[in-house]
Each structure stands twice: as structure tokens, then as C-alpha cells.
């Protein structure tokens, strides 16, 4: 009887570490036991540092994906660490598409979320789109509640990808979006999406900006 | 020759990718350099596929030793060994 009572009470503890790491937080040491660290140097290349986003970000239904790329599984190297393998892959008849946003007045803020021991990140994708055209309404409109696929491209080309399998990104509010209340104010729509990662990768990816076919 | 002739999209309609290496290539162009395409395609694109043509010209395959060519040659190299008779 005894017996019967231990394991009961391991399978109860194995469950819930599965539920909560399939969710992606509290991602533990195991999986960097094989890592070492290493130096960081400068790190750039040419010299390049420029802030800020590309004045394009990719956007698609969270849905209408059919692969996700993989994230590193016990990484060798704290780079591999960083790094997302393969492709979004859409499904057959779905694609992503460009949002086109003002210079300068797109960023990705990269936020630390939750306590100790179960620590993940918040990435908010902020971009104001001009004017205020029937298109960006609708698009607004369209995503404000839906679950969500997006990519942003900093000024050295590199790649963040928001969503995974498990969670969307999601339009979760409205800055600085309307008309201005002077003639050189700015009219357009700033929006701003959220997404919720256990670790932070590079999405070294395609973006296939048209449609899949014969795909699950 | 265009990259055409020697790759085919696969997985999606002819159009605009954004690849980390090139940038965005619309691939209803045919005109796109084949360098390009090869170069792609030699790292992983999921969205290519070879044509006939493109495995006799760019990747030509090296000759065959003898023993890759002909079974029995192989089969005389490494001899598949009979189930060996139970001792009873």
C-alpha cells in the first residue's frame, strides 16, 4: 500500500513539470548542461550597429501555419543557444504579408517576465502605419482579437519570430493611433503586438510572402 | 539558360519569398541569377526542388567505381553470408 502511494505521487509531479515546461517556462538547467560558456566579444560585423526596424514587418494568421521552425535542443554553444532552425511553412492557400511601417517608429522591446526559477521573455513589436485607410482599419479590425504570426527585421537583417506552436502573437494595444491634432502630426495607426517566449532566438528562416500549396 | 531549367519551386505559388541571404526574390521571375538560385538551394531552401537538367550540369555526379556500377562486383567484395546450420 505504501508503495502504491510513492508512485502515484511521482506521476502526479511528472505531469505537471511536462504541462508546465510544454508550455515553455521554466525551461531548466538540463537542457544547458552540455553547454560551455564563451567569450563575447564585440560582435560586429563591419562595424554595423544600427537600431531600430526595417520599415517592413511580416505578419500571417498564427493558424495558417503549418511548420514551425525548431528551437535548440540541448545547444552545444551558448550562439546555438540563440538560434531557431527551419521554416515557418504555411499551410496550402495561406501565405504571410507585409506591413509597411514608418522609419523609425517601429521597435522591438524585449521584456523579462515572471519571478525567479521561471523566468521567460515578453517581446512587444511596436509599429505605426500611415494614414488611415480603409486597408489598415480593416487590418486592425481583422487582427485585434485573432492569434497571430509575426516577424520583425532589425536594421542589420536579422530575424525575430513572433509565435511558436504553443502560443500567437496578439495585437494588444493602440499607441499614438488617429489623426494628430496639428497639421505636421502624425496620422496613421500605432499598434502594438505581444508575444510571450520562454528564450529568445534569431529567426534565420524564409518568409513566404506568397501562397502555399500542397502543404498540410 | 534561366534557374528555371534547372530548379523548380515547390510548396507555393510562384512569387515573393524573403530569404536571410538575398533579400526578397520574386521567384515568378525567371530571370532571377541562377548563382542566386544555386546558392539557396545549396542551403537548405525548403522551397526547391532539382530539375534533371540542373543534376547533369551543376552538379555533375563524379564517375562510379566499378564496384558501385556492378551488384555482383559488390556482392563479391562483401559476400552475404548464409544463415549458418543450428548445431543439433
Not at chain 2, 555533375?60 to 567484395?77: M, W
Request: some cysteine; proline content about 5%.
Amino acid at each position: 500500500m505504501t508503495k502504491f502511494d510513492i508512485q502515484e505521487s511521482k506521476r502526479t509531479v511528472s505531469i505537471l513539470t511536462d504541462w508546465w515546461e510544454g508550455l515553455g517556462f521554466g525551461m531548466n538547467a538540463q537542457n544547458f548542461k552540455n553547454m560551455d560558456f564563451a567569450d563575447i566579444g564585440k560582435l560586429l560585423t563591419d562595424g554595423k550597429n544600427l537600431g531600430g526596424l526595417a520599415n517592413r514587418i511580416y505578419f500571417g494568421l498564427w493558424n495558417g501555419v503549418s511548420t514551425w521552425p525548431t528551437d535548440p535542443s540541448a545547444p552545444a554553444t551558448i550562439e546555438l543557444a540563440g538560434t531557431q532552425t527551419g521554416d515557418v511553412v504555411m499551410k496550402a492557400g495561406k501565405r504571410m504579408f507585409e506591413l509597411y511601417t514608418t522609419e523609425d517608429a517601429a521597435k522591438l522591446d524585449i521584456n523579462v517576465i515572471r519571478e525567479e526559477v521561471g523566468k521567460g521573455y515578453e517581446l512587444l513589436l511596436h509599429v505605426f502605419a500611415p494614414g488611415l485607410h480603409k486597408k489598415l482599419l480593416g487590418f486592425m479590425n481583422a487582427t485585434k482579437n485573432e492569434d497571430l504570426v509575426m516577424i520583425a527585421q532589425d536594421s542589420a537583417g536579422q530575424n525575430y519570430l513572433m509565435g511558436c506552436v504553443i502560443r500567437s502573437a496578439k495585437f494588444s494595444a493602440s499607441d499614438g493611433s488617429g489623426t494628430g491634432s496639428t497639421t505636421d502630426g502624425r496620422l496613421g495607426l500605432g499598434m502594438t503586438f505581444a508575444y510571450r517566449s520562454a528564450n529568445l532566438y534569431v529567426y534565420s528562416g524564409n518568409i513566404p510572402l506568397t501562397e502555399a500549396v500542397g502543404s498540410v | 539558360m534561366i534557374w528555371t531549367d534547372y530548379f523548380t519551386l515547390i510548396k507555393v505559388l510562384p512569387g515573393r519569398i524573403v530569404t536571410p541571404r538575398f533579400g526578397t526574390l520574386d521567384f515568378s521571375d525567371p530571370y532571377l541569377p541562377v548563382g542566386k538560385i544555386q546558392t539557396l538551394f545549396d542551403n537548405g531552401f525548403p522551397y526547391l526542388k532539382t530539375t534533371w537538367l540542373e543534376k547533369d550540369t551543376l552538379y555533375p555526379e563524379p564517375p562510379k567505381a566499378v564496384e558501385n556500377i556492378s551488384g555482383i562486383s559488390r556482392e563479391l567484395a562483401s559476400p552475404v553470408k548464409k544463415p549458418s546450420k543450428k548445431k543439433t
